[in-house]
């Protein structure tokens, strides 16, 4: 059997769901690293990694080592389960695909919260339109 170096390993084939879980988890990455004011290079600096290997996460190129997460999640100051997506407090346990909507929401966590305000009130004046109706 052929020996892999490092490099080899981490660019393997990797199934959908994964590629698409690192890729959401890359987002949230960029957007909770843009909401606290923190660059890709002082980001770097945190992990202790090159800018282009956070601009990696960032965009789902690269898996996140799982050493890494704690870091993230104290940086940001926020659980790994949050960090990862995982909101138990919300009450979905359940498994398989996440709905569009939910999907949303979490994307939706992840704005300013000048953004979330106005999603929010948007909502709140649809809702109330349809219950008029």
Known sequence: MQN???HEISNMAISSDERVFF????????QLR????ITQIQMAEIIEA???????YETGRRR???STLPILA?????SIDELLGNDDKKGHNKRG???????????ITLMPKTKQKF????LEAMIQQQRSA
């Open 34 to 37: 843009k909401t606290q004011n």
């Open 119 to 122: 999603i929010s009130e948007m």
């Open 4 to 6: 892999l170096n490092l």
């Open 74 to 78: 104290k940086t940001f100051g926020i």
């Open 50 to 56: 090159s800018q282009q290997t956070v601009n990696s």
């Open 97 to 107: 695909p996440v709905s569009t909507l939910q999907r949303q929401i979490e994307q």
């Open 23 to 30: 890729e959401q988890l890359g987002a949230r990455i960029a």
């Open 64 to 66: 996140v080592p799982a």
